[in-house]
């Protein structure tokens, strides 16, 4: 499906934090968050930002969205802005709305992106689940349509916020390779993030690693895996090995 917006694809994404902190609240002090983070991202490359728990990886992920305004810096994201979508942790579906009109409730009526959602659908593995509503699928089948629903949008920028947490191991690698098949067949700028190194090494092209205490990006790493190898264990973890050697 190629982009219907006719925004310009080849833009490239800036970002600056000089400074994010949350405010104190009671007895708790002021923290600082994110410091001088700085980084620019390709267009249609897949950015994988990582870190341990509390490392800011999701308020990040949350300025660049535009969920959070109060921070010093600037994002610019070009004529792209208008054509965003955000997978989160949560998969964030209307209990009283199946599969389909989940997925169809983030397009207008008479959009033409409506005549591609059964496609979708059984793109994503749910065709017989389409009039199903969520409270009968599994987490990983809510997911599936989670990702359907951001992919029928068709946004030139994609951030996903630990989409694929709490699955076990099989679900959660299916759910990879199903991302990296729309991703490819639907190219678009992802900034994804996650705690889970071989994740990271897995789906990413280029992975920035945000330090805990420091507030910033500590690593900036490009991933030499071709897509044959991303699904063989031994080499992701040889990978994984060489960029993360030194933390």
């Known amino acids: ?17 000089k ?17 001088d983070v700085s980084f620019e991202v390709a267009p249609r490359s897949f950015v994988v930002i990582t870190g341990p728990s509390g490392c ?22 070009g004529p792209a802005k208008d054509s965003l979508t955000f997978i989160f942790q949560t998969p964030r579906l209307l209990p009283w709305r199946t599969v389909y009109e989940n997925i169809a409730l983030v397009l207008p009526d008479g959009d033409p992106r409506r005549a591609e959602i059964p496609a979708m659908i059984d793109r994503v ?6 009039n199903a509503y969520p409270e009968r699928l599994s987490l990983g089948m ?10 029928i949008l068709q946004p030139e920028i ?12 099989p679900t959660a690698t299916s759910l990879r390779e199903l991302l990296m098949e729309l991703w490819h067949s639907q190219p678009t700028t992802v900034l994804f ?21 420091e507030a910033s990006v500590a690593q900036d790493a490009v991933v030499n895996l071709n897509e044959a190898e991303r699904r063989d264990r031994a080499a992701v973890l040889a990978e994984q090995n060489r960029i993360f050697a030194a933390t």
């Open 125 to 130: 593995g749910l065709a017989e689940a389409a």
């Open 142 to 151: 809510q997911r599936r349509a989670a990702l359907a629903r951001g992919f």
């Open 1 to 17: 499906m190629a982009p219907l917006n006719g925004m310009n694809v080849g833009t490239p994404i800036h970002v600056l934090v």
């Open 19 to 35: 400074r994010k902190t949350f405010p104190a609240v009671g007895d708790r002090q002021a923290q600082l968050v994110l410091r």
């Open 193 to 213: 993030v996650t705690h889970d190194r071989s994740e990271a090494i897995q789906l990413g092209t280029r992975i920035l690693r945000l330090a805990p205490g």
């Open 158 to 169: 994609l951030l996903m916020d630990e989409p694929f947490v709490s699955l076990d191991d």
């Open 56 to 77: 800011g990886k999701s308020t990040l992920l949350n300025i660049i969205a535009g969920l959070d305004t109060d921070y010093e810096g600037e994002i610019d994201l």
